[in-house]
């Protein structure tokens, strides 16, 4: 058990909704793939000195937690082996606690046993985009009292998004996660945040329709919220990937207003000078004052 993950998760949960004052701000999770494939980064940090130096670098960016992952799920990956999954994630995990006893680590997995290893190599908490689709999962975290991430995907990555639909997108979003939410609580999960899952199984129609709408999330659980790179901002400003980092910072400010507690992103230092920045002037208009650099990380 890590009380690290619990206290991270917990901090979450203090971040106030829009107009509320707070001393809390949002946090920033960085994005470390360690896989060959992945959509933005595929490959870059595959080898393990690779991984452990852009870790460390993400953290003296300002990430307040760091999300591994060892399997894309970008839109038409194919399913990777859970054996070589841990084998890619493990060894940096391991490497990273070595090397920041403190920071906050999260396993970003849809599997059971990828999760148990990685907390057993000193992850703190577990970022499962699927929802739950390895019912073990769950297990893992309850037993390992291991906070809990719970995300929403219809479909699969390799086919997730030739023809997504809905008839509600937010109220069946929200009554998926709020499903998941149920279960995991009455399952033992200590501790629980909710992500919409923007690009995973949804038109831009669809992401901006979650996004305009983060109150209803909030009702469940602390929100996290990854759009980083991602196609809708393609989409929204005609930018190839390695192009979008304004438009990156725009929905990071944006969301962080609207109450979202964590952002998930490949851009740490930026995202954090945005947030801070942003957050600065809304506690002004609080009455508030500026906040303090340091209170918007955890160490």
């Not at 297990?139 to 009292?145: K, L």
């Not at 129609?205 to 929100?223: G, I, M, S």
Request: overall charge negative; proline content about 6%.
């Amino acid at each position: 058990m890590s009380q690290r993950g619990i206290e991270f998760a917990r901090l979450l949960g203090r971040v106030p909704g829009p107009g509320v004052s707070g001393s809390v701000s949002p946090q920033v999770m960085g994005v470390l793939n360690v896989t060959p494939d992945s959509f933005s980064d595929g490959g870059r940090f595959l080898a393990l000195e690779a991984a452990l130096a852009q870790g460390s670098a993400l953290l003296e960016a300002g990430a307040a937690v760091l999300d591994v992952g060892g399997e894309s799920t970008r839109p038409g990956a194919a399913p990777v082996e859970p054996s070589e999954e841990e084998a890619r994630v493990v060894p940096v995990i391991s490497g990273l606690r070595a090397a920041h006893p403190d920071a906050v680590i999260s396993i970003d997995t849809r599997r059971a046993s990828v999760a148990r290893a990685a907390l057993a190599a000193g992850a703190d908490l577990v970022n499962d985009v699927s929802g739950l689709e390895d019912p073990d999962l769950l297990r893992v975290c309850a037993t390992q009292a291991a906070p809990l991430i719970l995300g929403h995907i219809q479909g699969q990555p390799d086919t997730m998004q030739r023809d997504p639909s809905y008839g509600d997108v937010v109220a069946e979003v929200c009554a998926a996660l709020e499903a998941g939410v149920s279960a995991a609580r009455a399952g033992g999960v200590p501790e629980l945040l909710v992500d919409p899952g923007i690009g995973f199984g949804k038109t831009s129609e669809h992401n901006l329709a979650l996004l305009a709408n983060l109150a209803r999330l909030r009702e469940l659980a602390p929100v996290v919220i990854g759009v980083s790179r991602k196609s809708l901002l393609g989409a929204l400003t005609g930018r190839a990937t390695d192009e979008r980092l304004a438009g990156g910072l725009g929905a990071a400010v944006s969301v962080a207003l609207a109450g979202v507690s964590l952002i998930r992103t490949h851009d740490v230092r930026e995202s954090c000078d945005a947030l801070r920045v942003a957050w600065a002037i809304r506690a002004a208009g609080l009455g508030q004052g500026a906040p303090a650099r340091e209170a918007a990380h955890v160490r």
